[in-house]
């Protein structure tokens, strides 16, 4: 049996520089959550986190809410998660 030619054979290519400009989130079950590329807290209480997330808002919902760790342009966050939203 033949095997059909694709009409493209130019490969699978990934811009890494434009990757890396990208925001990133990772959530670790519904208790801890890791921000990179974040701009700026907007809102911050035990209920509800706000942040500047690339052209959007991340509204984090959860009850007895933390930034344990701060950096220049990422924050971990810990606590019970109830939800999140972007907003734009």
């Known amino acids: 049996m ?4 694709r ?5 699978f290519r990934i811009n890494v ?3 890396a400009m990208q925001p990133r989130l990772e959530i670790f ?7 990179d590329g974040c701009a700026g807290v907007l809102e911050y209480s035990a209920e509800k986190i706000r942040v500047r ?3 959007m ?3 984090i919902g959860g009850r007895n809410l933390k930034i344990s760790n701060l950096g220049a342009k990422s924050l971990s966050v810990t606590g019970f998660f109830t939800g999140f939203e972007f907003l734009s």
Request: charged share 40%; net charge positive.
């Open 2 to 5: 033949k095997r059909k030619k």
């Open 7 to 11: 009409a493209n054979k130019e490969p």
């Open 17 to 19: 520089v434009e990757m």
């Open 29 to 35: 079950g519904n208790r801890e959550l890791v921000i």
């Open 53 to 55: 997330y690339g052209r």
């Open 57 to 59: 808002v991340l509204q």
